[in-house]
C-alpha cells in the first residue's frame, strides 16, 4: 500500500508507512481520493474500491523481477505543496455540485498556473496540490519558478475567495529544493519519492494562510530576484531537527535577479486586480493570436509604471515566450515624431545611442533576416525602418512615402516577430506622443489580425484631453484608470518601506500623500537623506525619535526641499541633467557640465544611491548605462530652479552635443533645444543668432516628418519655426510649407489661412513670380476645401500670371498644377482629399520646397 504522505510502498497488511510513521490509508485508483475505512466505493468519483489480498496470499514474485517499466533516478528538484484554508466553510451550506465546481475551478487554476511556469502538477490530494519542478527537464531556475508559481497560486484563491463570497478562503504553500528519487517518464501520481516531499508537506502545514514558506536552500536559489522575511527554525511533525523557514513576500526582479534596484524596493500593493488582469490579457494576446491595446490611465506618480514593471518581472518567468519593447514619448517640445517607436526598433536590434551609421545598419539587417524570412518582404520593410531611425541614405531621405506604405512596414516588423512568440510593446508617457504614434497604434489595432501583439499603454490624463475617444471605439482595447490608493494600502506601502515607524509620523505622512504612493515615498527618501533612516537586516528602520517630520504641502515643495539638501555641486549637475529630459546618458551630462566623464560617473551613481537618479541595468537595452530622474517631476522641479539665462546657456550645449552626434533621428530633438534656448532668453545680442540656428533645425526636423508620413507633426514645427522668424521673405516661405503640410494633414482651413498669409506676405515683398505660385497653393487648399467659388478666381489669375515661358522652373511646374486644378474646377470637380496621386500633386513641393 502506497502511503499518501511520502509516495513510500508499504505491506499490504501495513497500517503505518514504515518510511515516516503516517497512517497507512487506501486511496482511489481513479481519482486518488483517500478512502474512507470501510467504505466499498470512492466518494469522489463513485470507483470500486481495490480488493484487498487475501490473508496468507504468498507474495507475488513478479515484483522481484527487474521492472519492465519506466526508469528511476536521483535528481535536484524542488517541490511545491499547498493546501486550501478555509475549505470547510466555503462547503458549509453550499450545494454539492457547486462545492465541486468551485474545487474544480481551483484546480484548473492550479494546473494552469503550474504549467505557465514550465512545472508539472504531481497530484491531488484533497484540496491539496503537489508540484514539481526539475523532472522531466531541469532548468537553471526551477527553484525560483516554484516560488513564483506558489505565490501566483497564493493570490489565484484569494481572488476566487472574493469571486464566490468566501473572504476567508486562502492558500498556504510550501517550498522544498534538494534530492528526490524520480520515475522517469511517468505521469501524476508515482512521480516523485523520497523525505523531501514529506517535509514540503510538513512546511507548508506550519505557514499562516495566504503565507509561502520556502527552505534555505529554495531560498538561497532565488534571493536575487524574490524577498524574503526569516522565520527562524521551524519544529516540523515527524522531523528531530528544526527546519529554517523563510517567508517569500514578493517578487522584486526579472528571472536570476535581472534588473533588480540597488535600492529597496516599496511594497506592490492596492493594485491586485489591475495586474491580475494585464496578466489575463497578454495570456488571451497569445492564445487568441489577436491584438489587444490596454490603457493605464492616471496622474504622476500614481503607480502605471510599477504596474508595467510588475508585468515585466511575471511575463519574463513563465514560460510562454514573449518578445518585450518599451519605448518612451519625451516631454520636450511636442514630442519627437515617433520616438518611442523608434526606441522599440532600437531596443530589438540591439542599436546603442550613438553608434555609427554602418553599425547600426549591420545590426538592423541581423534583426531583420531574425524575423522576416522573406527576402523581397526584408527589402520593402528595411529602408522604412532605416528612414524612422535616422539611418536612410540621402536617395532615400529625398523619397516620399505615404502614410500607408510606412505603417505597414513598421506592422509588418512586429507581426513578423509575433509570429516567434507574442509581442509585447509598452508605450511610456503616452500623453507626450504625437498624434502620428497615437494613430499608429490604432492601425496596429485595425489591421494587425491573426497576430498576438499586447499594447500597453502608460499615460496621464492629459491624452484624454487630446483624443478622448482613445481606446472606447475598439472591441480588443480596455482603459485601466488608477485612483488613488486605499488608506489600507497606503499605510500597508509605508509599513512595507520603514516598519516601525511612529503612529503620529505615519499618519501625518499618509494624509499628505493622499492616496499617491510617490508622495509617501518620497517624504521617506528625504528621511534618507537627513539620516534618519537607516538600513538594516533588509529594510529602512528608524534612528531616534522622528515625531517631528517636516512634509511638504505639495510634491513640488517636497522635491524641492530634497534638492535643496545636496551638494551644491550635485544639485547643478541634478540642474543641468533637467535640461537632457527624463532619460540621459553619461556623454550628454559631461558635455553639459564640461566635467571628465570619468570624474562625473562617481557622482552619477552616488546620487543613484541616494535616490534622485537610477540607471538602466537591462543589458539587452541599448539604454544600459543611462541614467534617469526617479520620477518625471523631480526633473521638472529641477529645471524650474534655473534662471533665464542658465537654461539658455545649457541648451545651447545640448544642441552642440547632438549636433556632434550626426544622428538624423536627433533632428527633432535638437530643434527641441535650440527653440528652448530661445525661449529662455529672446533678446541680447545672442538673441538672434540663436533664433537662426533654431529656424534651420526646425525646417529639418519638419523635412524628416514629412518624409515620416507625418504631416501633422512636420506643422508642428512649421508654426515653431514662424514663432522664432521675423524676416518676411523667411517668413512667407515657412507659411507656405506650413499650409502645404496643413493640406497634407486634412486641416483644410489652417492650411488656407496659412496660404492667405503667405499671399498677402508676398504681395506687399513685391515678388510677383512667387506671389503667383503662393497663389495657386491657395486655389488649390480652397479646392479641396469645397470652396469653388473662391478657388477659381485665385487660380485663374495665377494660370494668366504664369503664361511667360521665361519663367523659373518651380514656377512653370505650379502653374501646370494651377491650369489642373482650374479645370477640375470649371468641370465641376469638388476634389478628393490632398495627397492622392495625380497630376495635381506631383508638381507640389511639400514642407522643404
Known amino acids: 500500500m502506497r502511503c499518501a504522505t511520502c509516495e513510500t510502498d508499504n505491506a499490504d497488511e501495513s497500517k503505518f508507512c514504515r518510511e515516516c510513521g503516517s497512517r497507512l490509508s487506501l486511496a482511489c485508483a481513479a481519482c486518488g481520493t483517500v478512502l474512507s475505512p470501510g467504505s466499498r466505493f470512492c466518494v469522489e468519483c463513485g470507483a470500486a474500491r481495490p480488493a484487498a489480498a487475501p490473508a496468507g496470499a504468498p507474495p507475488n514474485r513478479d515484483d522481484e523481477r527487474e521492472p519492465a517499466g519506466p526508469a528511476s533516478e536521483r535528481r535536484l528538484v524542488s517541490v511545491l505543496f499547498a493546501d486550501l484554508v478555509g475549505f470547510t466553510t466555503l462547503a458549509e451550506g453550499r450545494d454539492a455540485e457547486e462545492t465541486r465546481e468551485i474545487l474544480g475551478h481551483y484546480f484548473d ?22 508540484a514539481v519542478w526539475g523532472t522531466p527537464a531541469a532548468h537553471e531556475d526551477d527553484a525560483e519558478r516554484a516560488v513564483r508559481a506558489a505565490l501566483d497560486l497564493v493570490e489565484s484563491v484569494r481572488a476566487m475567495g ?269 500623453h507626450w506622443a504625437d498624434t502620428g504614434l497615437l494613430d499608429f497604434i490604432e492601425h496596429l489595432l485595425d489591421w494587425s489580425r491573426g497576430h498576438p501583439i499586447f499594447i500597453l499603454a502608460l499615460a496621464r490624463p492629459e491624452l484624454l484631453d487630446r483624443r478622448g475617444d482613445w481606446g472606447l471605439a475598439r472591441r480588443n482595447a480596455v482603459s485601466l484608470p488608477l485612483a488613488p490608493l486605499p488608506p489600507a494600502a497606503m499605510a500597508e506601502l509605508l509599513a512595507g518601506i520603514v516598519p516601525g515607524l511612529p503612529e503620529l509620523t505615519a499618519r501625518r505622512i499618509l494624509d499628505r500623500a493622499e492616496g499617491i504612493p510617490l508622495y509617501a515615498v518620497e517624504t521617506v527618501r528625504m528621511l534618507l537623506q537627513d539620516g534618519r533612516l537607516e538600513w538594516a537586516d533588509g529594510v529602512y528602520r528608524p534612528v531616534g525619535e522622528l515625531t517631528e517630520v517636516a512634509v511638504p504641502a505639495t510634491l513640488h515643495a517636497l522635491i524641492a526641499a530634497r534638492l535643496d539638501t545636496l551638494d551644491e ?15 540621459f546618458t553619461l556623454d550628454a551630462a559631461a558635455a553639459l557640465t564640461g566635467a571628465d566623464p570619468a570624474v562625473l560617473e562617481p557622482r552619477l551613481r552616488d546620487l543613484v544611491r541616494r535616490e534622485m537618479l537610477l540607471i538602466d541595468v537591462d543589458q539587452r537595452s541599448p539604454e544600459r548605462g543611462q541614467y534617469g530622474f526617479v520620477q ?199 476634389g478628393g482629399r490632398l495627397g492622392e496621386p495625380g497630376v495635381a500633386d506631383r508638381g507640389a513641393p511639400g514642407p522643404g520646397a
Open 569 to 583: 555641486p550635485d544639485r547643478r549637475l541634478l540642474q543641468a541633467a533637467s535640461v537632457l529630459g527624463k532619460m
Open 109 to 130: 487554476a492550479a494546473r494552469d498556473i503550474v504549467g505557465r511556469y514550465g512545472g508539472v502538477v504531481e497530484k491531488f490530494i484533497g484540496d491539496a496540490v503537489m
Open 162 to 430: 472574493e469571486r464566490v463570497g468566501v473572504p476567508d478562503l486562502s492558500l498556504r504553500a510550501g517550498v522544498l529544493t534538494g534530492e528526490a528519487a524520480v520515475t522517469l517518464g511517468a505521469e501524476g501520481q508515482g512521480m516523485l519519492a523520497g523525505d523531501l516531499v514529506n517535509t514540503a508537506s510538513r512546511l507548508q502545514s506550519v505557514a499562516p494562510p495566504g503565507a509561502v514558506l520556502v527552505g534555505e536552500a529554495t531560498r538561497r536559489a532565488t534571493e536575487e530576484a524574490i524577498q524574503y522575511e526569516p522565520l527562524g527554525d521551524q519544529v516540523l511533525k515527524g522531523k528531530d531537527v528544526p527546519v529554517a523557514a523563510h517567508r517569500a513576500m514578493r517578487v522584486v526582479a526579472r528571472r536570476r535577479g535581472a534588473g533588480r534596484s540597488e535600492i529597496i524596493e516599496p511594497p506592490f500593493v492596492g493594485r491586485d486586480a489591475e495586474l491580475r488582469l494585464l496578466k489575463d490579457l497578454f495570456h488571451a494576446t497569445g492564445a487568441e493570436r489577436r491584438p489587444r491595446l490596454a490603457s493605464v490611465i492616471g496622474q504622476g506618480g500614481i503607480g502605471k509604471s510599477r504596474l508595467a514593471w510588475e508585468l515585466l518581472k511575471y511575463v519574463d518567468g513563465v514560460t510562454e515566450l514573449a518578445h518585450w519593447h518599451h519605448g518612451r514619448s519625451p516631454a520636450y517640445g511636442e514630442g519627437v515624431a515617433f520616438w518611442a517607436l523608434g526606441e522599440m526598433v532600437r531596443g530589438r536590434a540591439g542599436i546603442s545611442e550613438g553608434e555609427d551609421a554602418d553599425a547600426s545598419r549591420m545590426k538592423l539587417d541581423a534583426v531583420l533576416e531574425q524575423f522576416l524570412l522573406d527576402a523581397a518582404e526584408r527589402a520593402w520593410v528595411r529602408p522604412r525602418l532605416e528612414e524612422l531611425l535616422g539611418l536612410g541614405d540621402e536617395a532615400e531621405s529625398g523619397r516620399r512615402r505615404s502614410h500607408e506604405s510606412m505603417f505597414a512596414a513598421w506592422r509588418t516588423f512586429f507581426e513578423r516577430i509575433s509570429e516567434q512568440g507574442t509581442v509585447v510593446l509598452v508605450f511610456e508617457d503616452l
Open 632 to 830: 518625471t517631476l523631480i526633473q521638472e522641479v529641477a529645471y524650474g530652479t534655473l534662471a533665464r539665462r542658465e537654461r539658455r546657456r545649457l541648451h545651447l550645449a545640448a544642441a552642440r552635443h547632438f549636433e556632434s552626434i550626426g544622428d538624423e533621428e536627433l533632428t527633432g530633438m535638437l530643434a527641441t533645444h535650440y527653440v528652448s534656448a530661445h525661449e529662455a532668453q529672446p533678446t541680447g545680442p545672442e538673441g538672434e543668432t540663436v533664433a537662426a540656428q533654431a529656424r534651420i533645425a526646425l525646417r529639418a526636423a519638419a523635412d524628416r516628418a514629412a518624409r515620416l508620413a507625418a504631416p501633422q507633426h512636420a506643422l508642428g514645427y512649421l508654426r515653431q519655426a514662424l514663432s522664432v522668424t521675423s524676416v518676411p521673405g523667411d517668413r512667407a516661405e515657412l507659411l507656405e510649407a506650413a499650409g502645404l503640410a496643413a493640406a497634407s494633414a486634412g486641416l483644410g482651413h489652417d492650411a488656407t489661412q496659412l496660404l492667405e498669409s503667405a499671399v498677402v506676405l508676398r504681395r506687399e515683398l513685391g515678388d510677383r513670380p512667387l506671389l503667383m505660385r503662393a497663389s495657386a497653393y491657395l486655389g488649390r487648399a480652397l479646392l479641396y476645401a469645397g470652396d469653388t467659388e473662391r478657388a477659381v478666381p485665385v487660380l485663374a489669375e495665377a494660370s494668366e500670371e504664369f503664361s511667360d515661358p521665361g519663367q523659373p522652373r518651380r514656377v512653370r511646374r505650379a502653374r501646370r498644377g494651377a491650369d489642373s486644378w482650374l479645370h477640375a474646377c470649371r468641370s465641376g470637380h469638388r
